[in-house]
């Protein structure tokens, strides 16, 4: 238990570290993103606690339908690895950082990662994109 737990927290600050590098001035050069809307894009950390929490609903661990389980989290994991799905880590939201989907001027919608709070579209940020339709905001 205490490995798992040493592992876990190295594994946390790891993360965060990668992000703040990722954000700070020294980052690769960020482009400009124009956004036209913004709404809440977090709103998917209900479900996703309730998959993480699901097992222990359970009356024993070593009495899990491994047969169920193993052939379900496979079908996750295929499905969010071949679409532009995506997902948020509750633990994420405990550190402070907001998801929103943004436009753009031509009609396209994004995911945006930023530790500020965003009210107002028609504005222009500086992020590096992560993928096809993510952006990380920077400093």
């Not at 405990?94 to 504005?123: C, E, M």
Request: with cysteine.
């Amino acid at each position: 238990m205490m490995w798992l737990s040493l592992g876990s927290t190295i594994l946390v600050v790891l993360c965060l570290w990668v992000l703040k590098a990722i954000r700070s001035k020294r980052a690769p050069a960020a482009e400009q993103h124009k956004i036209t809307t913004v709404e809440p894009a977090d709103r998917e950390n209900m479900a996703i606690m309730l998959l993480y929490l699901l097992p222990l609903f359970t009356a024993d661990f070593g009495k899990l339908n491994w047969i169920m389980w193993v052939p379900t989290i496979a079908i996750f994991a295929f499905i969010a690895v071949t679409s532009h799905s995506y997902f948020f880590n509750p633990l994420l939201g405990a550190f402070g950082w907001h998801f929103y989907r943004v436009g753009t001027p031509q009609n396209v919608t994004s995911i945006l990662i930023t530790k500020r709070t965003i009210r107002k579209g028609d504005q222009t940020i500086n992020g590096i994109e992560l993928g096809d339709y993510v952006i990380l905001e920077t400093e």
